[in-house]
């Protein structure tokens, strides 16, 4: 059983830094893409970033570029999500989520286990 946990959300102001993780059970991360998404209220989930540990590749969304750093460490089964100068837009619920295999897709499809999410809020 797949098992996704994410930490590290919280309120920081316009301009700070958080760093997010993802642990994992009941799966490899060395064998999957991970995807992390985010959910504003009453907006569809946004794939921002995605790594893909054993092959050695990441991706980020346009709002993520030169901000945000997806990390991995495959000894602890864990992904990060480095966000810095936040802005107020980057308010949303965060989580993480796992593709069958080790292919990233920048379209979001195929990324079928999730974790349930931890709240980010940048004040402005």
């Known amino acids: 059983q797949v098992q996704l946990v994410e930490s590290g959300g919280g309120l920081v102001q316009a301009g700070g830094s958080l760093k997010l993780s993802c642990a994992a059970s009941?799966?490899?991360?060395?064998?999957?893409?991970v995807g992390w998404f985010r959910q504003a209220p009453e907006k569809n989930p946004e794939l921002i970033a995605a790594?893909?540990?054993?092959?050695?590749?990441?991706w980020y969304a346009e709002p993520a570029k030169g901000r945000f750093t997806v990390s991995g460490d495959n000894a602890k089964n864990t992904v990060y999500l480095q966000m810095s100068s936040l802005k107020p837009e980057d308010t949303a619920v965060y989580f993480c989520?796992?593709?069958?295999?080790?292919?990233?897709?920048?379209?979001?499809?195929?990324?079928?286990?999730r974790g349930q999410g931890t709240q980010v809020t940048v004040s402005s």
């Open positions: 790594i893909s540990l054993g092959v050695g590749t990441s």
């Open positions: 989520a796992v593709r069958q295999n080790t292919r990233i897709r920048i379209n979001g499809e195929g990324y079928n286990d």
């Open positions: 009941g799966v490899s991360f060395s064998d999957r893409a």
